[in-house]
């Protein structure tokens, strides 16, 4: 998804579900279902064996091989600061870095999307990837965007789809018959695309709220536990989303500009009910009650080949949850767990031959564009 979308709010209108399987099939790659596929697939799912080898496959399929780089969030930039807990969480949790207290935090920004070059735009959905650790102590591992539900219920129809919108060697874009058949057989992605299509989104990175989309569960002392489904919300000033700029780079440069003091979130937690629904492309009730269990502060960037990236060999696994804190029954953090490993290993067998990154060293260095 490279596309500019050229409509005050960066997104696509409403359609019908006629004009929207042929938009799709006209401009290829949609804004959610390939570069801003979640990796919401892997591991050894369904009695055809999906495995990371063919999820990840279908990634190179769609936005081609690049040697050395993440096959989705390839475009990004790596970040570090600390997490202050405030306690709240408590009386769900008994995770330890839940309780007050100041903990280390490794954060990536990216783009989703499996294209490391793509020209920054407007319409290109963000992500940021969080890694908390506490000294000793067992780390939490998150992996938001900035889209309030995924737009498929489950690893198999977003592999269908993926597939489906592989393109044509003779046209270089998806066959729009096989697209118009996909939304056909899955209405429920037209109700999701449709919530999508209501973000409001930020001028940037610094700016935007993401969401983990996922339903976990926490564990509290007594072994009560509780559906949650969280959000970091930006204690940045909101700001309207701007033209694409002919820089290929110019939200990641806004980023490190606005990065020259610290950048603050609230990490809030939406407490569910036991007939809230896991699957991710449906939202829960906005009267479910949330609580702000603390900051994350990120006060530097670093690039991604910089010997001090510390991003760069973590693979912001989303099972990778401190006690007190565990998957649910929706079984797509452990799809993507499976095809995020198979990604790493790739890119570790490939790290002597792998390209300088979009966002250079000397580029953050710099304060943004060098």
């Not at 060697?169 to 996909?182: E, I, R, V």
């Not at 998957?327 to 790290?351: K, V």
Request: proline content about 9%; charged content about 20%.
């Amino acid at each position: 998804m490279d596309q500019d979308k050229r409509n005050p709010s960066g997104l696509p209108p409403r359609l019908g579900p006629a004009a929207l399987a042929i938009r799709f099939g006209v401009i290829g790659l949609a804004t959610l279902c390939l570069a801003g596929a979640f990796a919401y697939t892997g591991g050894w799912l369904t009695p055809e064996r999906l495995s990371p080898h063919r999820v990840i496959d279908g990634f190179e399929a769609t936005s081609g091989k690049h040697i050395g780089f993440r096959r989705n969030h390839a475009k990004g930039v790596c970040a570090t600061g600390w997490f202050d807990a405030t306690g709240a969480a408590g009386p769900y949790s008994k995770a330890r870095l839940l309780t007050p207290g100041h903990y280390p935090v490794v954060g990536r920004f990216a783009f989703a999307g499996g294209m490391p070059y793509v020209p920054d735009a407007p319409g290109l959905i963000r992500s940021l990837a969080l890694q908390i650790k506490p000294s000793g102590g067992e780390e939490w591992r998150m992996a938001m965007i900035d889209i309030p539900v995924f737009p498929f219920a489950n690893v198999d129809t977003f592999y269908e789809q993926m597939m489906t919108s592989v393109p044509d060697p003779k046209t270089g874009k998806p066959d729009p018959d096989k697209m118009k058949a996909f939304v056909a057989a899955h209405p429920e992605f037209l109700t999701a695309y449709g919530l999508v299509g209501k973000r409001v989104a930020s001028s940037g990175f610094a700016n935007t709220t993401y969401n983990g989309l996922n339903t976990f569960l926490f564990v509290n002392h007594e072994g009560v536990s509780v559906p949650v489904r969280w959000s970091v919300v930006p204690e940045q000033a909101f700001a309207p989303l701007g033209p694409k700029l002919e820089d290929k780079n110019y939200l990641f440069d806004a980023l490190i500009a606005d990065a020259a003091k610290p950048l603050k979130w609230k990490v809030l937690v939406t407490i569910g009910q036991a007939d809230d629904p896991v699957r991710p492309d449906l939202p829960w009730p906005e009267t479910r009650k949330q609580i702000d269990i603390g900051t994350v502060t990120l006060d530097k960037l670093v690039g991604e080949d910089s010997a001090g990236a510390a991003c760069t060999d973590i693979t912001f696994d989303p099972t990778v949850l401190p006690a007190g804190i565990s998957t649910s029954a929706d079984g797509i953090p452990a799809a993507r767990s499976a095809a995020y490993a198979r990604s790493f290993l790739l890119r570790e067998h490939e790290r002597s031959a792998k390209p300088p990154s979009a966002v250079t060293e000397s580029e953050v260095n710099a304060g943004g564009k060098s």
